[in-house]
């Protein structure tokens, strides 16, 4: 093993990196058709296995504001979605609730806008819970549960400790720490930056 390997493999035992993850929707196959007339088509991969930041954009509305250019991730889900930070949310005249993705019942209804029509989501909208995603065998390593809420500290310009992180482990995940752009901007987040489990 060489030494650029050898650290990779020390830093991978010890850090997750951090990912910054900003407004988004999650659509329907259903939905895209009647937003854009077709499916969602791929753009770049992200850095979970098989999620993709679609080339189709998309109009947030509130009852006091909007947000255009708002990014669609794919694959089409089975319910339509909306994750934004809470600054977000005074903006568009809403605050949505902290979930874990796909935890949405009881959440508010939004208005999705698209080139070719528009889409009444009756509910969907958060403020993404953060949340690390980890394999089994990095899970192992950092000895920790599916479900455990654990402490992170970043190493970052601005460094802190966020409480109420939720592990979520996935032989198809790949380990990322998953921070809104309020979380963020808190601890000065730059690509690169890494966090570490503190329990």
């Not at 005074?90 to 029509?117: N, Y």
């Amino acid at each position: 093993m060489d030494t650029q390997a050898l650290v990779n493999t020390i830093i991978n035992r010890l850090f997750i990196p951090l990912e910054a993850s900003g407004r988004h929707v999650h659509l329907t196959k259903e939905q895209a058709q009647v937003l854009f007339g077709h499916s969602l088509t791929p753009k770049r991969p992200l850095s979970q296995p098989g999620q993709y930041l679609a080339n189709e954009r998309v109009t947030l509305a509130g009852p006091k504001g909007e947000f255009q250019n708002v990014a669609v991730l794919g694959p089409e889900r089975k319910e339509g979605q909306a994750e934004l930070s809470l600054t977000d949310g005074r903006v568009l005249g809403i605050t949505p609730p902290i979930r874990l993705s796909g935890d949405i019942g009881g959440t508010p209804p939004i208005t999705v806008l698209g080139p070719k029509g528009k889409v009444e989501l009756p509910r969907g909208l958060i403020v993404a819970k953060r949340h690390i995603h980890l394999t089994p065998e990095a899970a192992e390593n950092f000895q920790v549960r599916d479900g455990q809420v654990v402490k992170l500290r970043t190493f970052t310009c601005r460094p802190c400790v966020f409480e109420d992180v939720v592990v979520r482990i996935d032989k198809n995940f790949a380990p990322a720490v998953h921070l809104d752009y309020d979380e963020a901007n808190a601890c000065g987040f730059v690509s690169g930056d890494l966090g570490r489990i503190e329990k």
